[in-house]
C-alpha cells in the first residue's frame, strides 16, 4: 500500500456574514441563547450565483494554488455535501468544469462526517495505486435549506468550503480513520424531501419539506459527543498512540459545548483543540477542511504534527481520521 498525504488545503467563506442578531429578526431568539447554548456569534450565508460548486471551486482553487499542484494532475475529485447543486448531476461534476480538473468526480454523501468519509475514501485510493492526485472537498450552501420559522435549527449552520489535495506520501501522512454509521436513527436529522421517497414541492400554504428537520437536538447532542469520543479513542488505540502525542483537535464545529464535552473525555486540554465556530456556524460537511485551513494559516500545523478530527451528524454517521500534518507553512 502507498502512503497518502495532505499537501494543502484551502477554503472558500461567502462574504455574507448573518449575526444572531440578524437571526433574532426572524426567529425567537436571542444572541444570549444561541452564544451561550452553542457558541456561535455569526455566520456566513451565500449571496446570490454563490452555489455549494462555485464555494467547493474557490476552496479548492486555493488548496491546489498552496500544494502547487496543477488542475490538470488531479485524478479523482471527492465532494462531499448534503446541499449539492442540484440531484443530479454531482456537484463534484460541476467543480470539475468550472475549474479544468481531471479523471473521476463523485459525490459522497455522510453529512457532517462528509469530509472525513471523502479523506479516508480518497486515501484508499491513492493506496491502491488507482489514483495519484485526490481532491477531497466539504461543500454546503445550507442557508437554502433552512426553515426560517424553526429557531431550533435555523440557528446552528453557515455556508462554506474547505479543501485537501491528498499526494503519495513517503510516510503515512493519513494515518488511520473511523468510519461509523448508525441508520436506525436516519430520521433523527432529515430533509424529509427532495428525493424519490418525496420530490421536493412546496404546498398551497407555500410550506415546503426540504428544509433541514431536528427532532431532538438532546439527542443528538448526547449521540455527537458519545460517538467523537469513542471513535477518537479507537482510533488512538488502533494506532498506537496516546491523545499526548496529538498536536490538535480539530473537531466538527457543531457547538462548543459539544467540542468541550468530547475534549473532556478525551482528557484533552482545552488549548490543543481548535475551535472557529463563533464566526462561522456549522457548516456540516465543510466544518473540518475549512476548521483544518483556518488552524494552519494561522500558523497552528507545521509538519510533524499529529492531528485528530472527529465529526458527527444525519445518518447518523461519524468519525475520525489520524494525520500526520505535512504541509508547510503557506507562502
Ligand atoms: N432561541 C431561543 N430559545 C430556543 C432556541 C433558540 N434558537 N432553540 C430552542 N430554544 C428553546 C427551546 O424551545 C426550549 O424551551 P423550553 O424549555 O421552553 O421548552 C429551550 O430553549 C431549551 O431547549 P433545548 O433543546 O433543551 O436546548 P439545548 O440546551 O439542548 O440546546 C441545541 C439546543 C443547541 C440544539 C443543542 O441541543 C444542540 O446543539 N444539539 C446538537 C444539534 C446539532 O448540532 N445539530 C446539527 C447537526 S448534527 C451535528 O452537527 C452534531
Redesign the pocket.
Known sequence: MTSARIAAVGSALPERLVTNDD??QL????DE??RD??GIRARRFAGEGETASTLASEAAARSLEAAGVAPSAVDLTIVATISGDQPMPSTAAFVQDRLGLTGGAVDVQA??AGFIYGTDLGAAQIGVGRAETVLVIGTEVLSRFLDFTD???????GDGAGAAVLVPGEEPGLIGSILENDGRHARL?EIPSGGSRKPANVDEEGNRENV?R?K??????K??VVG?AEAATRLLEKSGLSSDDVTLMVP????G??IRAVADRLRFPRERVFVDLEEVG?T?AA?VPIALDHAWRRGLLKPGDVVLTA????G?AWGANLIRWTAEAPS
Request: aromatic letters at 8%; charged letters at 20%.
Open positions: 437571526l433574532s426567529v425567537d431568539t436571542s441563547w444561541i447554548r452553542t453529512a457532517c429557531r431550533t435549527t435555523c440557528v446552528l449552520f436529522l433541514i431536528m431532538d437536538g438532546r439527542e443528538v447532542f449521540r455527537a467523537m466538527h464545529q457543531a457547538n459545548r459539544i456549522n456540516s466544518s465529526a458527527f451528524g444525519a447518523l
